[in-house]
């Protein structure tokens, strides 16, 4: 197996885990704000001196991918190239809205068939989403929304959709569908990100550490139509 520091700043909440064999040993959150850039360094630190405390190597950084705040991700993907040049670690990365997923699955909350869409919140009634079924297999990749009675309605008219994210719980008067469900509670934190990165550790799926950058939440405005922007 592997161990792997996580990092993850992609919205409000900065925080940073240490899994080790599938578990994980060390998690730190702060959910006071967009305060990345004020405590991302002392997490990491942390999570670097807990390990060499107890001589555990690491293997790699992951770090979530996006689509999320500019800044957020900037600052996360700059702490984890420099983990990894410094310490000459591999690099992951991992879907911000996938890694949303694992909580949800974990909890059992979702019954068979019915499929999955976390949301992050940007301005007004649009949100940046996906669609995963329960194997988090993509039945939609991801877009910018602007959410209306027949965003998700082509989706809900075959199977119950579970809503869940920072960007959910505004959309739900608007969806207004008998088979649309609000998950609450659900945000993107380094932890849920174990299980993802594990599997791209295993499959040997690293990215170039020089030249990664994340997807940007203005790289999907720019795919709006023109009449919405």
Same mark, same amino acid.
């Given at each position: ?11 409000? +909440? ?9 578990? +994980?040993?060390?998690? #730190? /959150? ?7 850039? %004020? ?23 992951? =770090? ?45 909350? =979702? ?10 919140? /940007?301005?007004?009634?649009? +949100? !940046? ?5 329960? /194997?988090?297999? %993509? ?6 929304? =602007? =959410? ?13 959709? !579970? ?6 719980? #505004?959309?739900?008067? +608007? ?8 998950? %609450? ?19 040997? %799926? ?9 997807? !940007?939440? #203005?790289?999907?405005? /720019?795919?709006?139509?023109? #009449?919405?922007?």
């Amino acid at each position: 197996m592997s161990t792997i520091l996580h990092i993850e700043t992609s919205d409000r +909440v900065t925080s940073v885990a240490v899994s080790q064999d599938g578990q +994980v040993i060390f998690d #730190k /959150a702060d959910r006071e704000g967009m305060n990345h850039a %004020e405590h991302i360094g002392g997490y990491v630190a942390e999570a670097l001196s807990f390990a060499d405390s107890h001589a555990i190597p690491f293997d790699a950084v992951a =770090v979530s991918q996006g689509p999320g705040s500019y800044t957020g991700l900037r600052i996360g993907t700059s702490m984890a190239k420099g983990v990894c040049f410094g310490r000459d670690l591999k690099l992951i990365a991992v879907p911000t809205l996938q890694l949303m997923c694992v909580p949800v699955l974990l909890r059992e909350l =979702v019954p068979e068939g019915a499929l999955l869409c976390p949301m992050l919140d /940007a301005r007004r009634m649009e +949100v !940046y989403a996906a669609v995963y079924d329960r /194997a988090l297999g %993509e039945q939609r990749p991801t877009s910018a929304d =602007v =959410v209306t009675t027949d965003t998700y309605r082509e989706l809900l008219d075959q199977a119950p959709v !579970y809503f869940f994210g920072p960007g959910a719980a #505004k959309c739900m008067d +608007v969806i207004d569908h008998p088979d649309a469900h609000l998950i %609450e509670g659900i945000e993107p934190l380094a932890k849920w990100m174990m299980p993802l990165a594990e599997r791209r550790f295993l499959r040997g %799926e690293f990215e170039d550490v020089a030249y990664f950058t994340p997807f !940007y939440l #203005k790289d999907y405005v /720019a795919k709006l139509p023109r #009449k919405l922007l």
